[in-house]
């Protein structure tokens, strides 16, 4: 599977499939046929209908969808997202609402590289403008990187990440989310130990793997299953010709998707099933929560090999940042070295992927931060999904973050606050 024909033959099978759904709406709208209305050609043009919309997003970056912003003033701010850090792998993207005065707070939201685009965090982003500047890790497509751009593994994430902390200046608060906890915490003990004025103010790491031997789950089972050796051969493939990053080798996309939908197959298959019906009988529309949720699920991205490589093997098979054991570029960094960050970390009762101990367990590492900086919080209700962007994030963890915000930032700003709102009732 190393070789760029199962690549390509990948992306035939999708584009087969995308061109058979279209096949099937274009024959089923055909006007001769609504002469005698049939049931089973209403169900092939529902069928093709769902199935190319499907298939069509697998290869389609989501936009992000936020163009305006209804401010205090009661206007609605032109939201423009301008990129503040190009690179090869990721870009630092700010998300600047026009004609709006500049907030105090400055939000860091790293997104993780797991196999969908930073877009999945849409709703979080939404969620933090009326409060924050808002910043995010916005990561590219491997397929599209040509393989003259290098290597990018953990290693290269993390100084990515120390590279952003340092443009953002130490008026930072960090946001992690999901995969790049653990190494957004090396980060930051990077930045303690190299160039203490940049580091962050606080950091919140919101369900990541930081010891994901903790409490084990099916994700961290199959890493313990599976040796590095059998994942090269049948989880590597190098990108076809299509692509500009052709040669590359990468963990498909595609292959990610197919564990993502294989891990509860039966959930999705009756989600598709039920959208067939609603198409079917003219109740589905283009926003619908179905394709709400599936637009952005089946938008999925290549990963660099090594990244993933090197993530299942110093992540999760050797625990080096739960044993604070994590190098970058031969310099060994420890976690105990942060000592004025204030650190929170959020995890879900029912999370299946990241679950409760694995996250918290950074606290541990902080043996060099003062106990009252430190801070955890177990949400009951919430799956992984919910704790950074459904219900579970707006109503009760939101809030809770920019508490834990308010509460470290420096006496100075907070004062400098406190006089404008005196100035302003005057």
Known sequence: MRYMATYDMMESFRNTNQWLGASAQAMAAYPLFSLVPNPALQWFGAWGEVTERTFARMVTKPDWGIHSFTCEDGKDHVVQVKTVIERDFGDLIHFSVLGRERRRKQVLLVAPMSGHYATLLRSTVISLLPDCEVFVTDWHNA??????????????????????????????????????????????????????????QTLTLIGGPIDPNA????????????????????????????YAGVGRKVYPGLLQLASFM???????????????TRVMKGEASDHDAHNRFYDEYLA???????????????????????????????????????TTVAVKTV????????????CV???????????????????????????????????NIRPLVLDFINANRPASVKNAKKAANKNAAA
């Not at 953990?154 to 008026?171: I, K, P, Q, S």
């Not at 992690?176 to 203490?196: F, G, M, N, R, S």
């Open 215 to 242: 409490t084990p789950t099916d994700v961290t089972d199959f890493g313990d299953r599976v040796s590095m050796d059998q994942l090269k051969e049948t989880m590597i493939q190098r990108v076809g010709f299509k």
């Open 262 to 276: 294989s891990m509860n197959a039966e959930r999705h298959s009756q989600a598709f099933t039920n959208q067939i």
């Open 300 to 338: 999925v991205m290549d990963m660099p090999a090594e990244f993933y490589l090197s993530t299942v093997e110093r992540i999760f098979k050797n625990g080096e940042i739960a044993k604070n054991e994590f190098t970058v570029n031969g310099h060994k960094v420890d976690i105990g070295k942060i």
């Open 347 to 358: 995890e879900g009762a029912k999370d299946d992927i990241s679950a409760p101990g694995q």
């Open 361 to 395: 367990a950074a606290l541990d590492l902080l043996t060099g931060l003062p106990d009252d900086k430190k801070a955890s919080h177990l949400e009951p209700e919430a799956g992984h999904y919910g704790i950074f962007a459904g219900k579970s994030w707006r109503n």
């Open 143 to 200: 397929r599209d990187i040509p393989v003259s751009a290098g290597k990018f593994d953990v290693e290269d994430y993390t100084l990515y990440l120390v590279d952003f902390m340092r443009e953002l200046g130490a008026d930072t608060h960090v946001i992690a989310v999901c995969q790049p906890a653990p190494l957004t915490l090396a980060a930051t003990a990077y930045l303690a130990e190299q160039d203490p004025k940049a580091q962050p």
